[in-house]
């Protein structure tokens, strides 16, 4: 699907709540593209013999039903297997003979979806244009329904596999990896539906009996169908391939509606008034093309489907809550509900925000820095804090023979004892400290020695590596390294921060001055970042001096004119201050990319930053001066070359 068919899709997940207004709980098999690289793709589904034991059915074959396993355990397995056990000595299991047994089939391949295939462009039109056209939120269901049923009326009969929860079959089941139970059924659509979310259709087990699952009992198949008598979600059916046009059109409606329930509804859409709703459909489009082309960086895209899911959950945790309450609610089931409410207005929030286009890089930056400014010590003094495992007279030789001194080894315990004006000296070794996430005071971190030898590596578990509220904090010579953190690398909340000789290796996004803050780095290399290099938020301000900006955002996406970010992300309402000056930018996906919001401004930065760029940065034009001026920018001597997409991008919002 648009730019993301070139690139990895989601983890397979399993749906909890009924997309729509209809408050049940469902657990089905992953649907839409979110399965598709795992059931679109393959030509024949793996097939496996898998030890489990199937669920009891109610009706009058589930005695023998319940005696069955798809493969017999060894008996000591049996004997230590708890409460099964237990039961089993109670009724002893009846072997199956061998003849008994109907070995299932591969399954066929399913179609292909062509959506998987499309651009960004090609899936807004099909939604905003085709789909939704100009409907609204609350009647989004009512119109994705009339979709379907057309689609639907074009065969009545059809094959198709059936992918379901293997907890619909199995009470445990010994080989987790596998994500579905696939059946081979046929499919009688019903000429009225609901709604497209629940539509249901009819089934029966198809000719030759073929499953994902080779030693599947076809008994527990046909009685798990009549216990739901024959009537299973349309979703959870995928039309066999080579069926004519007519079912392929059937599939590509499907994958549209999945689509549409996974990931660009909410549950809120329709409670809230919305003026143009396909316009913010086309940007929850846009929030999944940018994660699966890499703009928004992997650590943050798996936090935002994380969101997601625990938003999802909690709704279903408040809606069993809720269900479970007889006649009217105490005042601790009161305060439960309003508990479990607030958690989720607290979730769709942060889910809002991160549609935000503003705020599409990085995700909303989570309130970090509550820790209260020490200031100055009582006495007046100032302190050296040396790190090193061993401290020895030579480390601490050109200091003055005033310096009090203390030495540490661990990092954070030499941060968490420091006021402002004090020094961090830090010899080199590997270290990690959280306490470089809550920078407050006014202090010095530098490194002794070979930069790439003092390296300091971020806590995987924690949002935030380096960030700072100090007036004044200055980090030289040292390493900076980013193991799974999802904020920038390095952010400057408020205040001014200078890195200098520094090597920062990013795994997420970069450098990123928020606004109101100040950034000073020189003679330092930032390489790495899937977003830009240094983001520069309205109202920032930067000094950037004989740096090495490369390898960042140079991800080849599908769509390359959605991506905006590259070494220097610049955005201008209002103007940043930027200056640069023999700085080497290369190797990323766009070399400076400048945000602003005025077409006029777009037209004159556009002729003088190409002309500038293309002259080696020159500042005798007019228009380049004229430019200068209105963005507060500045660049000098400065080498820009082999970037993926281009040198420098002007873009208006």
Not at 192 to 199: G, R, V, Y
Not at 228 to 235: G, K, N, Q, R
């Given at each position: 699907m648009a730019s993301g068919s070139l690139h990895a899709v989601p983890e397979d997940s399993v749906r909890t709540l009924n997309p729509g207004r209809r408050d049940e709980k469902a657990v089905s098999a992953p649907t839409g593209e979110l399965a598709a690289a795992g059931t679109l793709t393959s030509t024949t589904p793996p097939m496996r013999p898998v030890v489990a034991s199937?669920?009891?059915?109610?009706?009058?074959?589930?005695?023998?039903?319940?005696?069955?396993?798809?493969q017999l355990r060894p008996t000591s397995e049996a004997e230590g297997s708890g409460e099964g056990a237990a039961e089993e000595e109670e009724e002893p299991l009846l072997s199956v003979p061998e003849e008994e047994e109907e070995e299932a089939q591969p399954l066929p391949p399913v179609c292909v979806s062509p959506m998987r295939g499309m651009w960004r462009e090609e899936k807004v039109a099909l939604y905003c244009d085709k789909v939704l056209q100009d409907c609204k939120a609350e009647d989004a269901d009512e119109t994705l329904n009339k979709y379907l049923s057309e689609k639907l009326n074009l065969k009545d009969k059809w094959l198709g596999v059936w992918k379901t929860n293997p907890e619909l079959f199995f009470v445990r089941y010994e080989d987790a990896s596998i994500p579905f139970v696939g059946i081979l059924v046929e499919v009688t659509c019903k000429a009225?539906?609901?709604?497209?979310?629940?539509?249901k259709v009819t089934v029966s087990v198809a000719e030759p009996f073929s499953s994902n699952i080779a030693n599947i009992a076809r008994n527990l198949?046909?009685?798990?169908?009549?216990?739901?008598?024959?009537?299973?979600?349309?979703?959870e059916v995928y039309p066999v391939e080579g069926q004519g046009s007519d079912v392929h059109d059937i599939a590509l409606a499907l994958e549209v509606v999945r689509f549409f329930y996974d990931f660009l509804w909410r549950d809120w859409d329709d409670e809230e008034s919305c003026e143009?709703?396909?316009?913010?459909?086309?940007?929850?489009?846009?929030?999944?093309?940018?994660?699966?082309?890499?703009?928004?960086?992997?650590?943050?895209?798996?936090?935002?489907?994380?969101?997601l899911e625990k938003y999802k959950n909690k709704r279903v945790e408040l809606i069993e809550y809720q269900s479970n309450i007889k006649e009217d609610p105490s005042a601790a089931e009161a305060v439960e509900c309003w508990k479990k409410y607030y958690e989720i207005v607290m979730l769709c929030g942060l889910l809002k925000t991160w549609e935000d286009l503003r705020l599409?890089?990085?995700?909303?930056?989570?309130?970090?820095?509550?820790?209260?400014?020490?200031?100055?010590?009582?006495?007046?003094?100032t302190i050296t804090h040396i790190v090193t495992k061993v401290m020895t007279t030579d480390m601490v030789k050109d200091l003055p023979s005033d310096t009090l001194l203390q030495q540490h080894d661990d990092l954070d315990l030499a941060l968490d004892s420091c006021y402002s004006g004090d020094t961090v000296v830090i010899f080199p070794g590997e270290y990690q400290a959280v306490n470089l996430a809550l920078l407050t005071d006014d202090i010095i971190l530098k490194g002794v020695g070979n930069r790439e030898e003092i390296m300091i590596t971020s806590e995987p578990s924690h949002d935030s590596f380096v960030v700072s509220k100090a007036d004044n904090v200055k980090l030289?010579?040292?390493?900076?390294?980013?193991?799974?953190?999802?904020?920038?690398?390095?952010?400057?909340?408020?205040?001014h921060m200078t890195l200098e000789n520094c090597v920062l290796k990013c795994e997420g996004t970069g450098v990123c001055v928020l606004t109101g803050a100040a950034l000073t780095i020189t003679d330092s290399e930032i390489t790495g970042a899937q977003g830009a290099g240094v983001e520069l938020y309205p109202g920032s301000a930067a000094i950037l001096e004989r740096n090495e900006i490369h390898h960042c955002n140079n991800l080849r996406t599908g769509?390359?004119?959605?991506?905006?970010?590259?070494?220097?992300?610049?955005?201008?309402?209002?103007?940043?201050?930027?200056?640069?000056?023999?700085?080497?930018?290369?190797?990323?996906?766009?070399?400076?990319?400048?945000?602003?919001?005025?077409?006029?401004l777009f037209i004159v930065a556009k002729e003088a930053l190409n002309k500038g760029a293309a002259s080696g940065d020159r500042k005798d034009e007019n228009m380049l001066s004229n430019i200068m001026q209105n963005l507060n920018l500045e660049m000098n001597n400065n080498k820009i070359e082999a970037n993926l997409k281009g040198d420098i991008r002007i873009v208006t919002s």
């Open positions: 199937p669920r009891p059915v109610r009706r009058k074959a589930g005695r023998a039903v319940a005696r069955r396993r798809l009225h539906q609901i709604s497209s979310s629940c539509f198949v046909d009685e798990i169908l009549e216990e739901l008598e024959h009537s299973v979600p349309l979703l143009n709703y396909t316009a913010l459909i086309e940007e929850r489009i846009n929030l999944w093309c940018d994660i699966q082309d890499g703009t928004i960086p992997g650590p943050i895209a798996q936090r935002f489907r994380t969101t599409r890089v990085h995700g909303p930056f989570f309130p970090r820095i509550l820790r209260r400014r020490k200031g100055k010590r009582d006495f007046g003094k030289m010579n040292l390493s900076l390294i980013q193991q799974g953190t999802v904020d920038g690398i390095v952010v400057v909340e408020s205040g769509d390359s004119s959605k991506s905006i970010l590259g070494g220097v992300n610049m955005k201008v309402l209002p103007a940043p201050k930027l200056k640069m000056a023999n700085n080497h930018i290369y190797n990323n996906g766009y070399g400076v990319c400048i945000l602003q919001p005025t077409e006029q």
